[in-house]
């Protein structure tokens, strides 16, 4: 199979996490979406033909077709523009049905190569990231299939920080905040700053009030110009935060 093309670096989804912090005299709303990532605005979202993702492989790679990976990283990247969050953004009801519609059917063309123990990396990493977005657009299945490509590079990869960073994210924006604890403490002993935060913000989501201020402190010690995160250490130590979380449509 012939490798075409690096997908770009692209930030992991973060949780479905909102905190209502109430500050006099007004009562201020803040996710992470808004707070830790860039400013985003809802833009048009292409047109793909699944077909294009096969090409004609090589003369004597001994194979008649080869995946084109420029063209699905091409796709990744526009779903990533508008479902890295949660609600996902789109100019309109009908670029959001296309994009579940793209997501669903590549994810299935990706489920035959990576279902296996040993599938390559580099497509793993593609589905893993593939399938977290298709959970944001509310695809019934894309979970699991999250679970099944961190597992898998998680088994070849072991210890691999931003795997780990990457696959706790998701479970703390997927409900499963005591099970993300393991994934984030290990990417944050291994000297991934943002660990801190995610770790901070799952043990919040726990009602764990001491450790999440613990790790926010760290947080904020790697970034002692960033304000957001001191008004959430600030809201957190005065008691004037409420917990809630996005719920899926």
């Known amino acids: 199979m012939k490798k075409k093309n690096s997908l770009d670096a692209i930030d992991s989804p973060l949780p479905r996490h909102c905190f209502v912090i109430n ?3 007004a009562i201020v709303i803040f996710s992470l979406l808004l707070f830790f990532s860039n400013d985003s605005f809802a833009e048009k979202y292409g047109v793909y033909d699944l077909k294009k993702i096969l090409i ?3 003369p004597g790679s001994g194979n008649k077709h080869a995946l084109d990976l420029m063209y699905i990283d091409a796709m990744i990247k526009d779903l990533n523009n508008h ?3 949660y609600p996902p953004q789109f100019d309109n009801d009908n670029d959001m049905q296309r994009a579940k519609n793209d997501a669903r059917r590549l994810s299935g063309a990706l489920d035959m190569l990576v279902d ?3 599938a390559p990396i580099e497509l793993l990493r593609r589905s893993s990231l593939l399938n977290r977005l298709a959970y944001n657009l509310d695809i019934p299945g894309s979970a699991q299939k999250v679970d099944r490509d961190f597992k898998n590079l998680l088994s070849q990869r072991p210890g691999d920080p931003v795997l780990n960073l990457s696959y706790g994210v998701f479970l ?3 409900n499963k905040s005591s099970q993300a604890l393991p994934f984030l403490k290990e990417s944050a002993e291994a000297g991934f700053k943002e660990a801190y935060l ?3 913000m799952a043990y919040l989501y726990l009602r764990d009030t001491e450790q999440a201020l613990n790790n926010l402190e760290i947080y904020r010690s ?3 110009n960033n304000a957001k995160i001191g008004e959430i250490i600030d809201a957190i ?3 004037n935060i409420k917990y809630n979380r996005l719920q899926k449509s």
């Open 23 to 25: 500050m006099k005299p």
């Open 56 to 58: 004609t492989a090589e």
């Open 83 to 85: 479902a890295n969050g």
């Open 116 to 118: 296996d123990p040993n």
């Open 172 to 174: 703390s924006g997927a």
């Open 198 to 200: 995610h770790l901070g």
């Open 222 to 224: 790697h970034y002692p």
């Open 237 to 239: 130590k005065s008691g």
